[in-house]
């Protein structure tokens, strides 16, 4: 079982290194859309919440890279 889970993490990883940036901007626009549908109510915990997301995914991307390089 451990070993699925490092797979798994090795695998956000790899997807985070290749792919953060369109992560990122996906994030941000789900974090637009939410704080629409709430019309504003939530703005700054969604803010919060995107950007706690996004350092997530740069840092696995920079894990990966640590670990590749």
Do not use: C, F, N, P
């Given at each position: 079982m451990f070993e699925s889970l490092k797979n798994l993490k090795?695998?956000?990883?790899?997807?985070?290194?290749?792919?953060?940036?369109a992560i990122g901007e996906g994030l941000e626009k789900a974090g637009d859309l939410v704080d629409d549908k709430t019309d504003g109510k939530y703005s700054d915990?969604?803010?919060?919440?995107?950007?706690?997301?996004?350092?997530?995914?740069?840092?696995?991307?920079?894990?990966?890279?640590?670990?590749?390089?």
């Open positions: 090795d695998k956000a990883e790899d997807v985070a290194e290749a792919h953060g940036e915990q969604i803010d919060t919440g995107v950007e706690k997301a996004k350092d997530l995914v740069q840092r696995l991307g920079e894990q990966a890279s640590d670990d590749s390089g």
